[in-house]
Structure formats: structure tokens, C-alpha cells
């Protein structure tokens, strides 16, 4: 086993540590064949390889430098780092609105782990608040953790938790609700949040950040106070997302829950609505409404919470060459519902329809969204769509696949009656479905165009 000095190195990156006497933590410049870097040793993932010594740099990235590249070491002193945050009392204004900060996990409530080399659920939402003091300009924050996990581990049980949560707190008589949740599955929990909580008199606001606290680049810290902000001030009483707008710190974007979603791995501005544009901007100065159809704030407790869900519910997206096994096994294994995201404007292949039929014939509820993301299931139009209708697959207007799949599972625990789930699906409830989309509900710059990079250029900063 390798000294504790030299945290989870080994192999050749150990020898080299071992022989310019540099241990983790060390504050060094190492020189290589290729050019100096300068920052602190880090401590190795327990699976890493052999061969690269870590350092973060004075930007605040981590960078690995190959072991046999290395030339010299020079220790310029030692400062182990201690990325714990101390949790802080807020400071009480009684004359600011009181927010209630909820925590679910994700990457703005998180840490890297240097033993494993992962970002981890770390920090308490009290914590936040020792890492954003800028929060206590706005309100009153008061912070519960509900659950700490990544975003690919919430679920049903957790869209539940979080609901009932939010009803105990508007009972309460809380003037804003923020959720601190992980990006990748935010979209689906701010559908179910739309569903299983509706009325709301106050603004319910879902963030969460691309680049984790200890990053330079971070957008949590900005995320949050954007979110915050929204949750005390706005007249939105809406379940929102808020994220950034451009890739820049300019401003935020306020999604509606039910029409938006995560559209880029890595980029801050990963988060868009579509078929529609978004509620608003927020900026650290003020809220800018881009429409006036939303739910307005009131000053009453009322809401209704339904967090009724029925699990057995999946979505099936649509491939060429499709085998029927697919939708066999859902069958089979009694599955309730099926979304489709379906080609064009709602198709599947021929070798699919026994399958289908013997889906509907046993009860099952099976729904068609389209893959396009923008526009509508338009299945009257061609035979293969009036022929899959005759199946018993209902087209789902322009839901997204995800919200459907979330509307169903909501659907299907409010009742076992097929008629009053296809008139629970097909009645917009949080603007899941909408008359039409507007002409600038779908637009989309083709970076390289001449015409596009000149529109670029005159912001591209």
C-alpha cells in the first residue's frame, strides 16, 4: 500500500513523487518536456491508472501530467486543501420575504471527493449559504435536506417527498419555494412537480448548476441567487427551471416545467424551452417578463397536492428496424403505460402493430410523442398514423416524450379508467400542451453559415 503522503498514487507517478520528495498537497512547479505547470498535488482517484501526477492548477482546474514526461519538482511549500464548507446561521430580516430552500442533491449542493476523484452529494443546503452570503440581501432562507442523491437517482418516491414538502410549506405560508436539484433528470421532476403540485400561490423555482463549487467556471453561486431571487420577489407562481440563459453570466432563463429541457451535456446554457419561449429573465437586479399568461402570486395557503403515481409506466423511443420484443416485454411484464417517441409526426414500423394491438387489447395505455421534440403528433395525416390509431395509440399532441411519460404515470395513478386517463392526458393542465407554437417557439442557428456567424458576432463576446 502506498504512503498516506502520496494518497491513492502508485506505480511510475508514485516513483516520481517519491524521488523529488513531493507529497500530496505540495505546492510545486513541474517542469516537463513540453512546459511548466504550476499549483498543488492532488490526491489520486482510488481507480486512477499509474501514471499521471494531478495537480490543480492556480486557475482552478485539474490538470494530469504524465509521470515519465516529468523532468523536476520544485516545492514551493505545502497546503492541504479543506473543501468542507462550515454551515452558518442565516441572518433574519423581518423585512424580507422568506424563502424555503430545498434540497434533493446534485451538483449545486456538492463537493469533489479527491479519494474517489467523483463530485459527490456533500454540502447541506446550510452550506450554500456559507459559499453564497450574497443570499442574505435578498430574503429570509431557511434550508431543508430532503434527499441527497444525483439527479439519475430521483424517482417517483422523491417527486412525492418533494411535493408533499412544498405543500407543508405553502401551508406554512412560505412566500417562495427553491428546489436544489441535480441538471440531468431536472426536466422530469419539474413535470411531476407541475402535476402532483397545482394552484400554487407562490413562485416554485428548480435549480441546479453544469460545473461543480470548486470549479472557477461554476454556475451555482449565480444559479442559486438567480433562483432565490425568483423564489422572493417574482410574481411568477409558477414550477419553473432556472438556469442560464447564454453561455454568459448575463442573465437567467425562467422554463415552465412542463416545456422544458436539458439540451446540452456541458454547456451552463444547457437548459431551453421548447415550442414555446421562456416565462422570463432574472438577472441579480431584476426580474423581466418575456410573456404575461403565466400564474400569478397570491396571497392565500391554497394548493392542491396529488402525488398519486403509477410506476409501471415506461417510454419506448423509436428506431429503425424496431423488433416487437420491445413493446412484448412491457406486456409481459405489466406494465401499465407507454409513451412512444415516435418519427415525423408520430410513426413506428409495420412489425411493431401485433405488438401494439395486443398492448391496447390488454389494457394498456399507449400514448404517441414525436422524437422531433418541436411540433405536434399529426397522425391523421398519413395511413401508417391512421392505421397505428386503429391500434389503440393515441396521439399526445405536443407533449414532450418526458412530460408525457411523467403525465401518464401521474394519469394512471389518479385512475384504472382508460377514458378518464385520455381525458386527464389530453387536458393541458400546466401548459404541457399548447393551441399552437409560436413562430419563434423553434429556432435553431447552424453555427458556420455565413448569415449566422455575422448575427454571432455581434455578440459573441
Known amino acids: 500500500m502506498a504512503d498516506d503522503s502520496y494518497k491513492g498514487y502508485r506505480g511510475e507517478a508514485l516513483g516520481v513523487l517519491k524521488n523529488f520528495n513531493a507529497l500530496v498537497w505540495s505546492d510545486v512547479e513541474i517542469k516537463t518536456d513540453t512546459g511548466n505547470f504550476k499549483g498543488i498535488i492532488l490526491p489520486r482517484s482510488e481507480t486512477s491508472d499509474n501514471f499521471h501526477v494531478v495537480i490543480k492548477l492556480r486557475s482552478g482546474y485539474n490538470v494530469g501530467i504524465a509521470a515519465k514526461r516529468i523532468k523536476d519538482i520544485q516545492i514551493e511549500g505545502r497546503k492541504e486543501a479543506h473543501y468542507k464548507i462550515p454551515e452558518k446561521e442565516f441572518p433574519f430580516d423581518p423585512k424580507k420575504p422568506n424563502v424555503k430552500l430545498l434540497g434533493t442533491g446534485g451538483t449545486i449542493a456538492s463537493r469533489l471527493d479527491y479519494r474517489t476523484g467523483a463530485v459527490i452529494p456533500a454540502f447541506t443546503p446550510g452550506e450554500l449559504y456559507g459559499s453564497v452570503p450574497e443570499l442574505a440581501d435578498i430574503c429570509n432562507l431557511d434550508t431543508e435536506k430532503l434527499y441527497g442523491v444525483f439527479s439519475e437517482n430521483m424517482g417517483p418516491e422523491q417527486w412525492r417527498g418533494t411535493a408533499e414538502a412544498i405543500g407543508r410549506e405553502i401551508e406554512k405560508g412560505i412566500q417562495g419555494i427553491v428546489v436544489g436539484h441535480g441538471t440531468d433528470t431536472m426536466h422530469h421532476t419539474a413535470a411531476a412537480l407541475s402535476f402532483m403540485v397545482q394552484n400554487s400561490p407562490v413562485p416554485i423555482v428548480m435549480v441546479g448548476s453544469q460545473r461543480s463549487s470548486d470549479r472557477p467556471s461554476s454556475d451555482a453561486a449565480l444559479n442559486l441567487m438567480h433562483s432565490v431571487k425568483t423564489a422572493a420577489e417574482s410574481d411568477i407562481a409558477e414550477v419553473m427551471v432556472c438556469m442560464f440563459g447564454p453561455t454568459s453570466d448575463e442573465y437567467g432563463l425562467l422554463h415552465q416545467g412542463t416545456r422544458v429541457r436539458k439540451m446540452h451535456s456541458s454547456y451552463r446554457s444547457t437548459f431551453r424551452t421548447i415550442g414555446d419561449f421562456p416565462i422570463a429573465t432574472v438577472s441579480r437586479e431584476k426580474i423581466t417578463p418575456l410573456r404575461d399568461d403565466y400564474r400569478k402570486r397570491r396571497n392565500d395557503k391554497n394548493v392542491i397536492i396529488n402525488t398519486e403515481f403509477e410506476d409501471k409506466v415506461s417510454i419506448v423511443y423509436y428506431y429503425p428496424n424496431m423488433r416487437p420484443d420491445i413493446v412484448d416485454s412491457l406486456t409481459d411484464n405489466g406494465y401499465r403505460g407507454i409513451i412512444i417517441a415516435g418519427t415525423g409526426l408520430g410513426h413506428v414500423n409495420k412489425p411493431l402493430y401485433p405488438a401494439l394491438k395486443r398492448a391496447s387489447e390488454?389494457?394498456?395505455?399507449?400514448?404517441?410523442?414525436?422524437?422531433?421534440?418541436?411540433?405536434?403528433?399529426?397522425?391523421?395525416?398519413?395511413?401508417?398514423?391512421?392505421?397505428?390509431?386503429?391500434?389503440?395509440?393515441?396521439?399526445?399532441?405536443?407533449?414532450?416524450?418526458?412530460?408525457?411519460?411523467?403525465?401518464?404515470?401521474?394519469a394512471l395513478g389518479q385512475t384504472d379508467d382508460l377514458n378518464e386517463v385520455k381525458r386527464i392526458m389530453l387536458t393541458s393542465i400546466a401548459n404541457e400542451i399548447t393551441e399552437r407554437e409560436p413562430s419563434n417557439g423553434y429556432l435553431i442557428l447552424q453555427g458556420g453559415l455565413p448569415e449566422v456567424e455575422e448575427f454571432i458576432s455581434k455578440y459573441r463576446k
Open 362 to 410: 390488454k389494457g394498456i395505455a399507449i400514448y404517441m410523442t414525436v422524437q422531433t421534440l418541436w411540433g405536434y403528433v399529426q397522425m391523421y395525416v398519413y395511413d401508417t398514423g391512421r392505421d397505428i390509431m386503429e391500434l389503440g395509440v393515441v396521439p399526445a399532441a405536443n407533449m414532450l416524450p418526458e412530460v408525457a411519460y411523467i403525465k401518464l404515470g401521474w
